[in-house]
């Protein structure tokens, strides 16, 4: 019940292309949502986050869709750029509860 | 603003041995949690501390311990290590109690042979 299941585990994209990742959880008790990027050698750094309350967040190109009743969030990242070749994680927690990760999705996004 | 710093940022220990991180918040950051990060495993909860308690706990067996100075920096103790031990250690602040961002560190990488 405190796992975050994350797919896919990898994901190849051309430039230009539309990134999709997506995270399931079971936690009902869940009321942030955030998505955490890291490249190689660097910790993970939050890119962004949303609460239950609303059904979509967009920063720049970087959207998170949720949907509450499903028990489902995903990132999109439009315009891929070769850049944006990192581990996403997304994560989940409730009040001050201990965060849970999902177990990462590593992009290449191709020149 | 200086970030999360974690020291060591490598080291090499044998089975057997005992270990200890160090991490330092950013400024005024009164939560530091520990994680493990091994390839396919993702980000593993050990512990976080909060103005000097552990507040959450992690599946990790008693080898694996920490504790939180009143400057709210931060250590881990991995004793009697294990090969599968072997992995990145993140170290993450956040401000207060509230559900919030985490700011991690670099991390230690602990390589045991």
């Known amino acids: 019940q405190q796992q975050v299941k994350q797919s896919p585990q990898s994901l190849i994209v051309q430039k230009g292309g539309i990134s999709i990742i997506n995270c399931a959880y079971e936690?009902?008790?869940?009321?942030?949502f955030p998505w955490y990027q890291q490249f190689p050698g660097k910790g993970p750094a939050l890119l962004i986050a949303?609460?239950?309350?609303?059904s979509e967040k967009k920063e720049g190109r970087f959207t998170i869709s949720f949907n509450k009743s499903a028990k489902q969030f995903s990132l999109h990242i439009m315009d891929s750029q070769p850049g944006d070749s990192a581990t996403y994680f997304c994560?989940?927690?409730?009040?001050?509860?201990?965060?849970?990760f999902g177990t990462g999705t590593r992009l290449k996004v191709l020149a | 603003k200086a970030g999360v710093t974690q020291t060591p940022r490598y080291l090499i220990k044998t089975r057997g041995q005992q270990v200890t991180l160090s991490c330092s918040p950013i400024?005024?950051?009164?939560?530091v949690s520990w994680y493990q990060q091994t390839p396919g495993q993702g980000l593993q909860f050990l512990f976080e501390?909060?103005?000097?308690?552990?507040?959450n706990k992690g599946n990790f067996p008693g080898r694996f311990s920490g504790r939180q100075f009143s400057n709210s920096r931060s250590e881990m103790n991995v004793s009697t290590l294990e090969l599968g031990d072997s992995a990145l250690y993140l170290c993450?602040?956040?401000?207060?109690?509230?559900?919030?961002?985490?700011?991690f560190g670099e991390g230690s990488r602990l390589t045991v042979l």
């Open positions: 993450a602040s956040s401000l207060d109690t509230s559900a919030g961002e985490l700011f």
């Open positions: 936690n009902t008790a869940f009321d942030y």
């Open positions: 949303i609460r239950p309350d609303v």
């Open positions: 994560a989940a927690q409730a009040g001050t509860y201990k965060y849970i």
């Open positions: 400024s005024g950051h009164r939560s």
């Open positions: 501390y909060f103005s000097e308690t552990q507040r």
